[in-house]
């Protein structure tokens, strides 16, 4: 996949380097990219940070860019993995929920899709929800009772990513719930069928 970033995503990408790096550690980005950090114009980190997302861009090196930051900066995972995730995003399945304007759309996992691991991620996107307001969803599995999985943020965009669905049987249902606060159901999902050979 090559990622190419919209301005406002270049612009969120910019406010990172400046604020989660000293010149220290871009200097050190850099070297890790191969690019020489004292041939990027400009003066200072700020205009070197804006050069090297540019250069980046312009040597189709933005996946790698972000990948590397990642690896320098795991606490910055989730943030850059959020923008990967919306730039990869392709919806496989739509789910209806109990509220007829809100659909969640899965990348993963899918219906009656056969898994071979024991834990597994879940994401996807999900469309209808009232613009006010802060959205997360919570996975839920069942088998003979109902287990609550992970949980993740909904961004503005829609986009969520559990990290971890636990899959210890062969056969699982697994449905979404969204919620705005502790108890606070907004909507809740069909079931799917995972199987876990």
């Known amino acids: 996949m090559t990622v190419q970033l919209t301005s406002e995503e270049q612009k969120e990408l910019y406010r990172l380097l400046n604020s989660h790096f000293n010149e220290s550690e871009l200097q050190d980005l850099c070297f890790n990219l191969d690019v020489d950090f004292e041939n990027l114009p400009g003066m200072g980190k700020k205009d070197r940070a804006r050069e090297l997302i540019l250069r980046c861009k312009r040597h189709a ?19 850059v ?6 730039k990869s995003l392709e919806v496989k399945q739509w789910l209806e929920t109990d509220q007829a304007n809100i659909r969640i759309g899965l990348s993963f ?3 009656m899709q056969v898994i071979h691991e024991p834990v597994i991620p879940a994401f996807g996107r999900i ?11 919570v996975g839920y599995v ?3 009772i109902e287990y609550e999985q992970g949980g993740s ?4 965009e829609g ?3 559990i990290d971890a669905i636990h899959l210890g049987a062969a056969t699982h249902r697994f449905f979404l719930r969204i919620f705005t606060g502790p108890g606070n159901r907004v909507a809740e999902s069909n ?3 995972i199987v876990r050979r």
């Open 159 to 161: 986009c969520w990513k």
């Open 109 to 111: 996992p899918t219906d």
């Open 142 to 144: 069942l088998t003979d």
């Open 127 to 137: 469309v209808g929800l009232p613009e006010e307001g802060n959205y997360w969803v």
């Open 61 to 79: 090196l933005t996946e790698v860019l972000l990948t590397e930051l990642m690896e320098m900066r795991p606490d910055l995972r989730v943030t």
């Open 153 to 156: 943020d909904i961004d503005e």
């Open 191 to 193: 079931e799917i069928t």
């Open 81 to 86: 993995e959020r923008l990967l995730l919306r």
